[in-house]
C-alpha cells in the first residue's frame, strides 16, 4: 500500500471512529432519558427524547452526556478528543487534495490517525459498558 492510500485509510478510519462514538453518545444519552420518564411517579412529565440530540455534534453530545453520567473519566476524554476531531474533519483531507506534504508526514499523520482510532475503540468499550448499567436500572414494563 503507498503512503496516501495508508494516510487516506487511517484518516478514513478514525473519522468513522468518531461517528461511531457521535452514535454511541446519542444512544446512551436516549436511553438515560427513557430511564428517567420511567421513574417518574404517574402525572410528571418529561418530555426529553434521544430526538433532541439527535442532529447534534460531537461537542454538544459531550456537554449533554457530561450532565447526565457519572463517569468522569470518560467525560474528561471525549472533551479532550473533541479538538482533536475537529481539526481531523477540517484538515484530514486537505493533505491528500491540497498541497502534499511529505511522505514522511503523510506518515506521522496516518500514525496518529490509527492511535485516534484505538483510543475511539477504548471508548466505545467504556460507553458500552456504561449503557449496559442504564439497561439494569430501567424498570420493567413499556417506557410511558
Do not use: C, W
Amino acid at each position: 500500500m503507498d503512503i496516501e492510500q495508508y494516510y487516506r485509510e487511517s484518516a478514513t478510519h478514525a473519522l468513522g471512529g468518531f461517528q461511531l462514538v457521535e452514535e454511541a453518545l446519542k444512544s446512551y444519552i436516549g436511553q438515560y432519558h427513557d430511564v428517567v420518564r420511567n421513574f417518574l411517579p404517574k402525572g410528571f412529565t418529561y418530555r426529553y427524547a434521544r430526538q433532541d440530540v439527535q442532529d447534534a455534534a460531537l461537542g454538544k453530545l459531550v456537554n449533554v452526556f457530561a450532565k447526565v453520567s457519572p463517569n468522569d473519566k470518560l467525560i474528561m476524554e471525549l472533551r479532550g478528543l473533541v479538538k482533536t476531531r475537529d481539526d481531523l474533519a477540517h484538515k484530514a483531507f486537505v493533505n491528500l487534495y491540497g498541497p502534499k506534504p511529505s511522505e514522511d508526514e503523510l506518515r506521522k499523520r496516518g500514525v496518529r490517525f490509527v492511535e485516534v482510532a484505538e483510543r475511539l475503540g477504548n471508548i466505545m468499550g467504556e460507553l458500552h459498558n456504561d449503557s449496559l448499567r442504564l439497561v439494569v436500572v430501567r424498570p420493567s414494563g413499556p417506557p410511558r
